[in-house]
């Protein structure tokens, strides 16, 4: 078991070793910007900065597992489409989308009991995410339309979407920019520290159901049989279109919650027309470094959310926010590249590694749905 | 070999102790060869005994780990095609290397186009040496044309041209024939032989018994990617190539033994089936298939056998017609309900249908019973029974692996098959449909699956057998039906069909012998 | 002409089509300045996805080449004093633009090295190329930002004799997309260069061969790794144009995030002209268009009741119209948009690995 682990976690482990590296030569080299001359300790200033933010006291720690919370739900979206062999950049637009029917549900009962809108803007959330990620697998599964552009090309018509819901029909009132009223009853009650909400719990709960579901249930073998071969699921008597487009309602499915619960906890409240749900794109990088397994997801969607609770301290040393993002890229860089990180680190190929990944964009070229034909 | 050496000049190509190791295999271990210009050379060998990973060495394709290549006596060092190619090496690949999408002349003159100035194509020019280059062959041929609208002698031609085109010496021909008809098979024969007569070196690959011996000069059989001996054809027999290929004695012939046919378990009738492209390539056909019979379907590939099986196995929607199992009416049915009343299927492409490389054997073996009890029950899953069961299947079907636990991806494609075999071998069949059962595998597991197939024959199953090859068509089958455009053109009892006879059906329909047209409206 | 307008439903129709016409010759600037870093970005992908590699990066690689061109014609211009020569051109502005074209080619050989020469998965590569873009460019405007650096200037329109832009229809293509400046000059060029090469030329040839069925190209001698690397490379260069002519030609400053989704759109237009520059450069024209006509739909709506009709659909849906039209266009709902056969598939040369 240990063993295991081992060779499923070295490489991410490693990677996010090297990107701080890499983080670091950054800081050096942008450090005459920051603190206006060559500073070789900048970066350790910066890391024990981010590291004492993210850990160093409870808020801190809460706003870990608070920013983690919407990246492993929408990273476990993400990783149940890799499974169904579904590349799902459609996280921003399903997230949107989920908060968008979510808030609406939760602004019309904004006077009833919290036992009651809670649910039922989650449920919402959930139901909108399900709905724009089904849209996407039937496209993909009847007309053989490939995920990858149809999503991205869905996001952008979220944003137009939710950018006129918002300044439109759901705009509040008095407010000084896009935005709906604040929610009331349906805003998530803070358990622990300030920001530490409900949503937290809901994304724990999520991650031993989808393992389950993934692979503890006929259903996720018919979605991994689907992912790794939609011929042979044919042939073994599945319906890999069904298959498909359930695999992206799913995928939708845990976005569109992510959505809703960004918006429905103590950091925001309400929603924005110009709300575009970055964590979507982020979550794709969450996905691949947990390598598409759950548990791996969720330590993925930890550190991230580290990082980002991190940012806070960082900022007062001078450094802008979006250092988060290059360690995010570079991160994902070094997973994807993992030769450089055996070659730095001396790890050698074991046989058997996981691969499973690296095959997931294969159909984008002439057909290959592998659906064709009934 | 170097007794076959003639003092004096060194062999136009000389291949030398040749080792290519792939992680955990050995594909070819110390193998020499030489080659004559005017000479055919047949390299003969089971699938997977390393005559495709020595040509790729030649070819460029693959480096080898050790051993040199010599021409005219001088080592030369070939790193890609490219080289090969300035070598004056083609090579005629068993997959064709041809773009669809790009005509005859773009195909054929690929990578050494005439040019004007600037970097301009001159099509012009083009034209005109394509046309120069068939009539030099007696060919007619359309330059313009898009290779995927070639029949597959056609584009077998084109890639014949290819190598001509580029002025070659030696010319490699990796498995030629194993798409082509009887008839088909002899033209490029009697190419083969003028372009000898001209000077050319021939390399032919095969795993054919009685064609390297017809056509070749110098026969040299690999196993196991170990040179095992030369011979020329006058000095041997069919008997004692088969024997070096395989390592021991073969049985040519598979004894099928009595048949004994009782009541229809499949009917056909007046099905109609088109293709993934919407086109109609299956007319209208009928036939019937007892139980304890085996029922082959013959042609070339590409004439609507495909579409036929994918309909009666529930892959397709037939447009028309009726499909029947044992008076149930099953047309339009699915894999699944199909596998519920007991058709066992063997698809002809295992890593397409057959199989899912990345999972483990255990799973492999329950694709499609996973979802009933003991694999399931609800939606949750059962890993301990799928496991126990695997177990007994790997034993039963003698697949050779430690556990059933590895990937699929880590057996050979022989023990790939077995699983497959296993898995649509049991339970209670009333129908077993075969589709190119045997394509790339090696004697043994060939031997095994067509002893199984004639086991479950005599023990009352209809068994519908349809295979590109025509010897493994002619060897099981107790009728043989062929195909040829979408219909079947004649039914023939199987022990008393000649090949000759069976090939011409195949190549043009009918028993008179004609030269199939270029273009096929029917390509699959 | 307007007693037609009153036929139910046609006559509407009618009356839209006299709208637009009338409205377009005030609209084309905008339109073709719009479709100007569209069409340079789908260049970019074309000469990638042409050869089978799938980019997904170039909103990245875009948004890396406006901020460098920004930043380097900012310090050029600096230490360069401004000398303005023909069309505004100086060289701070060609060492901006140097500059943004060179970094575009970086990201792009990262884009090849991991996808072709790592053979990673090319939509993971887009990937990491946006968020890294997105990171980066963030990062060091904001530090950039606090030294108030100087503009580093724009290039100017370039001025045809008024006999020229007289004529009618022709007067106006050219004022519209030659007056716009040097890039999209550069742009328009280069779309029927390129359609040209790539159906005339060997390297047109052999594109498509590579992009088709690469194992072929490489049995008849051709190095499919070398055309691959080189071709993504060079579609640095059309990227590089793209996000220079944002921040140096179409404006004069930096904003973060500013591609705005420009590089998607790249990408959309490229399928809907099914991978051909000319096709791209058409598909880029129709998306922009829609933008400019919800622009004269607000500034100058039709009267009666094709005016109430059009003012009463939202803005935001002349938005997502290009998005809405790349997925019909996939789907396959009007003329199917098939991609190269090979797009988006690692090429592994045979036995090589061991």
């Known amino acids: 078991m240990i063993a295991r682990v081992r060779s499923v976690a070295l490489i991410p482990a490693l990677s996010v070793v090297l990107a701080l590296l890499v983080g670091a030569m950054i800081m050096i080299l942008t450090s005459p910007l920051v603190v206006d001359s060559f500073s070789l300790t900048l970066p350790l200033e910066a890391y024990v900065a981010m590291i004492s933010g993210a850990f160093g006291s409870l808020n801190g720690i809460v706003n870990t597992f608070a920013n983690a919370t919407p990246l492993l739900l929408a990273g476990l979206g993400i990783g149940i489409g890799f499974k169904g062999g579904l590349f799902n950049i459609g996280g921003p637009g399903q997230m949107v989308i989920g908060a968008l029917v979510g808030t609406t549900v939760a602004l019309a009962l904004n006077d009833a009991s919290p036992i009651v809108a809670i649910p039922a803007a989650l449920i919402g959330g959930m139901v909108g995410g399900a709905i724009y990620g089904f849209i996407p697998g039937a496209l993909k599964a009847f ?69 389950w579901l993934l692979y503890r249930s006929t259903t996720g073998f018919e979605i991994r049989t689907t992912g790794a071969n939609p011929d042979a699921a044919r042939y073994a008597g599945m319906r890999p279109r069904g298959v498909i487009v359930l695999t992206m309602s799913l995928a939708g499915l845990f976005a569109g919650l992510a959505g809703i619960i960004q918006i429905l906890g103590p950091q925001t409240g309400f929603l924005a027309a110009s709300y575009t749900a970055p964590v979507g794109f982020e979550a794709i990088a969450v996905a691949l470094l947990g390598r598409a397994h759950p548990v791996g997801i969720m330590f993925a969607a930890l550190l991230f959310g580290a990082m980002q609770a991190g940012t806070n301290n960082m900022q007062i040393l001078g450094l802008p926010p979006q250092m988060v993002d290059i360690l995010q890229a570079v991160i994902l860089l070094f997973i994807t590249a993992d030769i450089v990180v055996r070659r730095v680190f001396r790890v050698r190929e074991q046989a058997g590694e996981l691969v499973e990944i690296a095959s997931v964009s294969r159909s984008y070229g002439g057909g290959g749905t592998g659906t064709a034909g009934t | 070999m170097s007794a076959d050496r003639p003092a004096g000049s060194p062999p136009l190509l000389e291949m030398r102790n040749i080792t290519k190791r792939f992680p955990g295999v050995v594909a070819c271990e110390g193998i020499s060869l030489d080659l004559r210009a005017g000479e055919i050379h047949a390299l003969l060998g089971e699938n997977g005994a390393g005559k495709s990973t020595l040509m790729n060495v030649l070819y460029g394709l693959a480096t080898p780990n050790e051993g040199e290549i010599l021409m005219d006596g001088q080592p ?190 499949l009917e056909v009738d007046d099905l109609v089936v088109r293709d993934d492209r919407g086109r109609e390539v299956v007319h209208g056909v009928s036939f019937e298939v007892r139980a304890g019979e085996i029922f082959g379907i013959a042609g070339v590939a590409g004439n609507g056998q495909d579409e036929l099986v994918g309909a009666i196995t529930g892959l397709r929607k037939p447009q028309s017609g009726s499909v029947s199992l044992a008076g149930e009416d099953v047309t339009g049915a699915g894999p699944r309900r199909l596998h519920r009343l007991g058709v066992g299927f063997v698809p002809g492409d295992r890593h397409r249908f057959g199989m899912v490389m990345s999972f483990p054997i255990a799973d492999n073996l329950v694709l499609n019973d996973y979802y009933h009890p003991p694999y399931s029950r609800g939606m949750a899953w059962n890993p301990e029974a799928i496991k126990a069961d695997a177990k007994a299947a790997i034993e039963k079907y003698d697949v050779r692996t430690p556990s059933a636990s ?91 069909a000649d090949k000759e006879d069976v090939g011409l059906l195949m190549a043009t329909g009918g028993r008179e012998s004609g030269i199939q047209e270029q273009v096929v409206e029917d390509v699959a | 002409m307007e007693a037609l307008y009153d036929i139910p439903v046609i006559g509407l129709v009618i009356q839209f089509v006299v709208y637009v016409l009338t409205q377009f010759p005030l609209v084309a600037p905008i339109i073709v300045a719009g479709a100007v870093p569209i069409v340079l970005g789908a260049l970019c992908g074309f000469m990638n996805e042409r050869t089978g590699v799938v980019n997904i990066g170039i909103e990245g690689m875009m948004l890396i080449a406006a901020f460098v061109a920004w930043w380097g014609a900012s310090l050029a211009s600096e230490v360069i004093p401004i000398r303005s020569g023909p069309l505004g051109i100086t060289p701070a502005l060609l060492i901006g633009l140097a500059a943004g074209i060179g970094a575009a080619c970086l990201i792009s050989a990262l884009h090849a090295w991991l996808s072709v020469s790592l053979r990673a998965d090319q939509i993971i590569s887009g990937t990491i190329i946006n ?15 606090a030294t108030a650096p100087p503009s580093g200037g724009q290039f100017g329109s370039i001025n045809l004799p008024d006999a020229l832009t007289d004529l009618p229809v022709i007067g106006l293509l050219l004022e519209s997309f030659i007056e716009v400046g040097p890039i ?147 789907a396959g709902v009007v003329g199917k948009s098939i991609p190269p056969a090979a797009d988006g598939k690692p090429y592994q040369r045979e036995g090589k690995a061991a």
């Open chain 1, 143 to 211: 007309t053989g339309a490939h995920e990858v552009v149809v999503t991205i090309m869905l996001n952008f018509v979220a944003f137009s979407i939710i950018s006129w819901a918002v300044s439109g029909p759901l705009i509040g009132t008095g407010v000084t920019f896009a935005r709906t009223d604040d929610i009331q009853a349906a805003a998530l009650p803070v358990i622990i520290g300030r920001n530490g909400h409900l949503g937290i719990l809901v994304a724990a709960v999520a991650v031993p159901i989808v393992y």
């Open chain 2, 76 to 265: 030369i060092e070939i790193a890609s095609p490219h080289d090969a190619i300035e070598r004056g090496i083609s090579m005629v690949h068993q997959h064709f290397m041809l773009i669809p999408v790009l005509s005859v002349a773009d195909n054929i003159l690929l990578g050494d186009e005439p040019m004007r100035r600037g970097g301009l194509l001159d099509k012009g020019r083009a034209a005109e040496t394509i046309r120069e280059l068939g009539k030099s062959l007696d060919w007619e041929i359309d330059p313009n044309r898009p290779v995927g609208q070639l029949s597959v002698g056609w584009q077998q031609r084109v890639e014949i041209l290819k190598a001509i085109y580029r002025n070659a010496k030696i010319l490699v021909l990796d498995e030629p024939t194993a798409v082509l008809t009887p008839q088909e098979t002899r033209e490029i024969f009697e190419v083969l032989r003028r372009l000898k007569a001209e000077g050319y070196a021939i390399i032919f690959i095969s795993h054919k018994l009685y064609e390297v011996l017809e056509i070749a000069d110098r026969i040299t059989v690999i196993r196991r990617g170990r040179v095992v001996g030369s011979r020329r054809p006058t000095e041997t027999n069919e008997d004692e190539l088969a024997e070096m290929m395989v390592g021991r004695e073969v049985q040519l012939t598979v004894d099928r033994g009595e048949s004994h046919p009782t009541t229809a378990a």
């Open chain 3, 184 to 330: 999209a000059l550069t742009m328009l060029i280069s779309v029927i260069l390129l359609q040209f090469l790539l159906y005339r030329s060997r390297w047109g040839l052999r594109t498509r061969a590579v992009g088709e069925h690469p194992r072929a190209a490489e049995t008849v001698g051709i190095d499919v790794i070398r055309l691959r690397w080189r071709n993504v490379v060079m579609g640095g260069i059309f990227a590089g144009l793209a996000g220079a002519y944002l921040t140096i030609e179409f404006g004069d400053a930096f904003q973060s995030g500013m591609t705005n989704g420009r590089g998607f759109i790249a990408l959309a237009a490229l399928i809907f002209g099914r991978w051909t520059p000319v096709g791209a450069f058409l598909g880029a024209l129709l998306f922009t268009a829609s933008v400019g006509l919800e622009r004269s739909i607000r500034i100058a709506p039709p009267p009666g009741e094709l005016g109430e009709l059009l003012t009463a659909i939202p803005g935001e849906f002349y938005n997502a119209l290009p998005y809405l039209i790349t997925i019909i266009v996939l």
């Open chain 3, 131 to 145: 968020l890294f873009a997105i990171g980066v460019t963030g990062y060091l405007n904001i530090l950039v930002s």
């Open chain 2, 406 to 496: 590895l990937l699929a991806d880590t057996l050979s494609g022989g023990n790939q098959q077995k699983v497959v075999v296993a898995r649509e071998f049991e339970g209670h069949l009333k129908l077993l449909v075969l589709d190119q059962p045997t394509r790339g595998l090696d004697v043994g597991s060939i031997e095994f699956i067509h002893s199984q197939a004639i086991a479950r024959r005599d023990a009352g199953v209809a068994v519908l057998l349809v295979s590109a090859e025509l010897d493994e068509v002619l060897e099981l089958s107790d009728r043989i039906a062929v195909m040829y455009r979408g219909r079947i053109v004649e039914v023939l009892d199987g022990r008393t």
